[in-house]
Each structure stands twice: as structure tokens, then as C-alpha cells.
């Protein structure tokens, strides 16, 4: 069975700090990979995705993500939060590119002053 | 706005009661979703149509729920006899057929309240 794994439900970082966010997926066909932001409510919006090719992925507002499959990892980067960062982030799977995303539980981070 | 659209935005009803929620997917989308949101968890999938046909549902979608979407456009979900575990937020996605890997935009949500 395919699932997501997201390893810290809150996560906080000093303004101008790395961001790292954690994911680990579980599929058993080659999987389609997504990072999505949620502000508080408000629906998802797309922040990047990994489908083929290259490993290194770069989305919306200075975030990147790399997959790794030896590790079954998708973890999320920005290099310098910014307070507007603050927000709940969400790492979805579609198993080889099927219709059905597989979410995690998500991660609210915080960005300190 | 080109975006996915749903209304309403905030429903509040008491228990028993029947409700409805309609969402309008961006136009030349060919998928629909819908998901279940509750606090402190990701969405999970309820149900998926490709164009107006239902093709999938989840267990979690007991015979309470029905969703349908005429002709391919805008879709409604609808519970009936609703109970306090309904309480949730109801997001709708829709994406354009294209290969794999495409991704869904997702709509602001309806936030049920069941009192």
C-alpha cells in the first residue's frame, strides 16, 4: 500500500533560517511526488512537483525539493524562511501517476522573529 | 477567477439535517476530486469523477453521502442525515487529464459545522 510519512507536525525556524521539512513515502510503482501549502483556511495550492527526470525540483516562492529513491525520501528546502512561510505543508503521493493523491499529516511551521 | 470554485464557504446545520455543497472545477478540467479534511490531518480522497462519470469511492463515503456531476461541469456533494463526525472541511480539486504526474488544483473548501 502507498503512504506518506511526514516526520514533525510542527517545525520552527528563525526568520532567515534553513526550512527543512521532512517526507518519506512508501509506493510500490514508481511514484509521482507533491508538495502543497495550506494557509489557515484556505485550500491547497501547489508549491512543486517531481514526476520524471530530473531529481532536484524547484517550486513557488524559493522552495525545492529532491527525490531520492534510495532513501524513499522527498524532503522540502528553502534556504531563508521568510514569516510568510508560516503556514501548514502537505506531501502528497500519486502512486505511478494515478488520479488518487495519498497525503501526509502534514507540518505547520512557524517562523520565529 | 479561473480557479476552483466552492460554495459555500462555511456551513453550519444541526444534526440530522441534509446539506449540500457544490464546486465548480476550472473549465477545461476533465477530473474532479473530493476530499475530507479534518483538524490536524491531510485530506483524504472520498470520490473521483472522470468527466461526469463517478469512478471511484472511498469507504470512508458511507451510503450518507452521494456526489454527482452532471454533464461533466460543476459536481455536488450531498449528506444526509448529517452526524457530528461530518464536521469536517469538504475540499473540492479538479486536474486536466495529461499523462501522469498532473497535478490538482484544489478549491478553498466548504468548513461543515454540525451542532
Known amino acids: 500500500a502507498q503512504s506518506v510519512t511526514q516526520l514533525g507536525s510542527h517545525v520552527s525556524v528563525s526568520e532567515g533560517a534553513l526550512v527543512l521539512l521532512r517526507c518519506n513515502y512508501s509506493?510500490?510503482?514508481?511514484?509521482?511526488l507533491f508538495w502543497y501549502v495550506q494557509y489557515p483556511n484556505q485550500g491547497l495550492q501547489l508549491l512543486l512537483k517531481?514526476?520524471?527526470?530530473?531529481?532536484l525540483v524547484k517550486g513557488i516562492n524559493g522552495f525545492e525539493a529532491e527525490f531520492k529513491k534510495s532513501e524513499t525520501s522527498f524532503h522540502l528546502t528553502k534556504p531563508s524562511a521568510h514569516m510568510s512561510d508560516a503556514a501548514e505543508y502537505f506531501c502528497?503521493?500519486?502512486?505511478?501517476?494515478?488520479?488518487?493523491?495519498?497525503f501526509g499529516t502534514g507540518t505547520r511551521l512557524k517562523v520565529l522573529a | 477567477d479561473t480557479g476552483v470554485s466552492q460554495n459555500p464557504r462555511h456551513k453550519i446545520t444541526k444534526r440530522g439535517q441534509n446539506v449540500t455543497f457544490r464546486c465548480d472545477p476550472i473549465?477545461?478540467?476533465?477530473?474532479l476530486y473530493w476530499y475530507r479534511q479534518t483538524l490536524g490531518q491531510g485530506p483524504e480522497f472520498l470520490t473521483y469523477?472522470?468527466?461526469?462519470?463517478?469512478?471511484?469511492k472511498s469507504r470512508l463515503l458511507s451510503d450518507r453521502f452521494s456526489a454527482e456531476r452532471p454533464k461533466g461541469s460543476f459536481s455536488t456533494l450531498e449528506i444526509q442525515r448529517t452526524e457530528q463526525g461530518d464536521s469536517a472541511m469538504y475540499l473540492c480539486?479538479?486536474?486536466?487529464?495529461?499523462?501522469?504526474?498532473?497535478?490538482?488544483?484544489f478549491g478553498q473548501g466548504t468548513r461543515l459545522t454540525v451542532v
Open positions: 502528497a503521493v500519486t502512486p505511478g501517476g494515478t488520479y488518487k493523491y495519498i
Open positions: 469523477f472522470q468527466n461526469e462519470a463517478q469512478l471511484e
Open positions: 473549465s477545461e478540467h476533465n477530473r
Open positions: 480539486a479538479s486536474s486536466f487529464q495529461r499523462g501522469g504526474g498532473t497535478e490538482a488544483f
Open positions: 509506493s510500490s510503482v514508481p511514484p509521482y
Open positions: 517531481y514526476t520524471t527526470g530530473a531529481t
